[in-house]
C-alpha cells in the first residue's frame, strides 16, 4: 500500500497555486437558466467503480471517472484499484473515462513537457486495458498544475479539472474548472449538499469529485449513505446531471 502523498502547503506553494488559478485562462461562460452537475471520481478505486456507479445509476445518471492506469490492478491507501473489468463495464453502462496521468503526477512540479508525456503513457496503458475511446476531459492530480500546463493540456484536451472548491458560474476557465469534494466526514458532506441546494437560487455547473465509496472511508472518500445523501440534494435541486464531456458539450453550445 503506497503513503498518501501531500503538495506544498507553504506560502509559495500558495502563491503559485493562485498564479495557476489567474493565469493562462481558456475562458468559458457559464451562463445557465438551468443547474447542471457532473460526479466525477480520481485515480480511481474498485469501490468508486462499483458501489459509486451502482448509486448514480440507480438515479439514471452516468459519472465521469478520471484513471491513473499506474495504479490498474494494484493496491492504494483507497483500496483496490480498477482492473480493465472494472473499465470494460463502465463503458459500456455509459460512464465517461477521462484521463489522470499515468503515475499521478504533481503537475506542478514537472514541465509541462514531462506532464504530456505521462499523459500520452495513460493513454497508451488504457488502450493496453482494452479502452479504446477517447480522453476529453483531464483532472490534475491534487489539483496541481502550471500556467505552461494549463496552455499545453487545453490543447489536447477539452476540459481540465482542479479541486478549488467552488460551483462554476459565469466567467469560468475550462483549464482549470472548479470542483466540490464529497469527503471529509459529516462536516465535508455537509458542504457537498449545501453546494447542490444553492443550485435552486443560483444555477450553474457543480462538479463533484470523489474517490473511495466504501463503509470505512479513507478522509478522501465517503460512505455509499453519505454518497446517497447528496444524491439526494442534487434530485431536489432539480438540477440535470451529466458526465464532464457532455456538459461541457451542452455548455459549448449554449455559448
Request: proline letters at 4%; hydrophobic letters at 40%; charged letters at 20%.
Amino acid at each position: 500500500m503506497d503513503t498518501p502523498y501531500n503538495p506544498g502547503g507553504g506560502l509559495v506553494s500558495k502563491l503559485n497555486r493562485r498564479w495557476a488559478r489567474l493565469a493562462a485562462r481558456a475562458p468559458l461562460s457559464v451562463d445557465l437558466d438551468h443547474a447542471i452537475v457532473s460526479f466525477s471520481f480520481d485515480d480511481f478505486p474498485k469501490s468508486a467503480a462499483l458501489n459509486g456507479a451502482t448509486i448514480l445509476e440507480s438515479h439514471g445518471w452516468r459519472g465521469t471517472y478520471y484513471a491513473s492506469a499506474g495504479y490498474a490492478g494494484t493496491r492504494t491507501h483507497h483500496g483496490d484499484m480498477f482492473d480493465a473489468g472494472d473499465l470494460q463495464r463502465l463503458v459500456a453502462t455509459g460512464h465517461e473515462i477521462g484521463c489522470h496521468t499515468h503515475t499521478h503526477i504533481d503537475g506542478s512540479r514537472v514541465g509541462a513537457d514531462a506532464l504530456l508525456a505521462d499523459i500520452e503513457r495513460n493513454h497508451q496503458a488504457l488502450r493496453e486495458l482494452g479502452y479504446e475511446g477517447k480522453l476529453d476531459s483531464f483532472a490534475y492530480p491534487y489539483g496541481e498544475t502550471t500556467p505552461a500546463a494549463k496552455r499545453l493540456l487545453a490543447q489536447r484536451f477539452t476540459s481540465l479539472r482542479g479541486v478549488h472548491a467552488a460551483i462554476n458560474r459565469g466567467d469560468s476557465d475550462r483549464s482549470l474548472l472548479k470542483s466540490v469534494p464529497v469527503d471529509g466526514g459529516e462536516t465535508g458532506i455537509a458542504r457537498a449538499v449545501d453546494a447542490a441546494e444553492s443550485l435552486v437560487e443560483h444555477p450553474g455547473w457543480l462538479i463533484f469529485y470523489l474517490h473511495d465509496v466504501q463503509d470505512e472511508p479513507t478522509q478522501w472518500g465517503c460512505t455509499p449513505a453519505q454518497l446517497e445523501r447528496v444524491c439526494a440534494a442534487v434530485e431536489r435541486s432539480g438540477a440535470r446531471v451529466l458526465t464532464v464531456a457532455a456538459a461541457m458539450a451542452e455548455i459549448g453550445d449554449a455559448a
